[in-house]
């Protein structure tokens, strides 16, 4: 059976240069969960931020018997898990992206919920209410 490259490279897994195309998602919140799921997302993100620097400061390796082979070995150690278009590094950061837009959707939402229950409730003044 033939195989299909849609224009991926070799269908190898081959680094494209550029990010894979955003997903986009819709989920359906209560507005009273809102701060909780902020809240967690903030915490998860904490996190994240935190393995982030560990991976730029503390997970690159250096050529450890100075000989030709460790220092090959350590080139592409550090280039898959740091430097190359899907390295361990840019999945941590595009997670990372995601999780600030999802916490920006959230405070959005939120924002939207409170302007719509401030005009019900000035409608329901105007009307003497209920």
Sequence with gaps: MPSEDHGHGNGHGADTGTPPPALSHTLSVEPGAIPSLRNAFAGALTKLDKQIELAITEVRVRPWAGDPVSQDAAEKFNERSLESGDSALTALQNYQQQLKGA??????????YQT??????GLMGQQGGC
């Design 103 to 112: 916490m920006d959707a959230l405070t959005l939402v939120e924002r939207q």
């Design 116 to 121: 719509i229950e401030d005009d019900n409730t």
